[in-house]
């Protein structure tokens, strides 16, 4: 019996874990401009939530183009991501084209987030903007390169 190569079709989903459901939810609802699909933060003060899955552990979850990225609210409220442990590094949204990285850049300028330049990237083919969340977690906006 030979074994057959895995070929992954993209990321069916990522969880962040956070510090505070509340705060985090705002920040993705700002950022992708639409509230999530699935979302029990209003149950946080449940005590039974922390350990059911079925209710995202007491997060919520953004789904597009099939794929879905969810908030898990069980990090201590003083704890802060460090890229430079083992885990994620960082976390990239595909954006369609150059002009759609710059309305995302424009709209996060008036909504008051902080974000880097819009920065060419030539040797990967993309053009990004870079910011962070309110846990630290660095995020990329990406669009290819001459869209």
Do not use: W
């Not at 505070?20 to 979302?39: M, Q």
């Not at 209003?42 to 879905?68: E, K, W």
């Not at 460090?82 to 954006?95: E, I, T, Y």
């Amino acid at each position: 019996m030979t074994s057959q190569v895995f070929q992954p079709r993209g990321f069916s989903h990522i969880r962040l874990t956070v510090t505070d459901i509340g705060r985090s939810k705002a920040f993705y609802e700002s950022l992708f401009g639409t509230p999530p699909g699935n979302d029990f933060s209003d149950q946080i003060d449940d005590p039974s939530i922390h350990d059911d899955p079925a209710r995202l552990y007491g997060g919520c979850s953004f789904t597009f183009a099939g794929q879905t990225m969810g908030l898990r609210p069980v990090a201590p409220k003083d704890d802060r991501f460090n890229p430079n442990r083992v885990g994620l590094d960082h976390l990239s949204f595909a954006v369609a084209t150059f002009a759609e990285l710059h309305a995302a850049a424009e709209r996060l300028t008036a909504a008051g987030v902080v974000h880097g330049e819009v920065t060419p990237l030539p040797d990967f083919n993309l053009v990004i903007v870079s910011l962070q969340d309110p846990d630290d977690i660095n995020l990329e906006l990406a669009a290819p390169l001459g869209s």
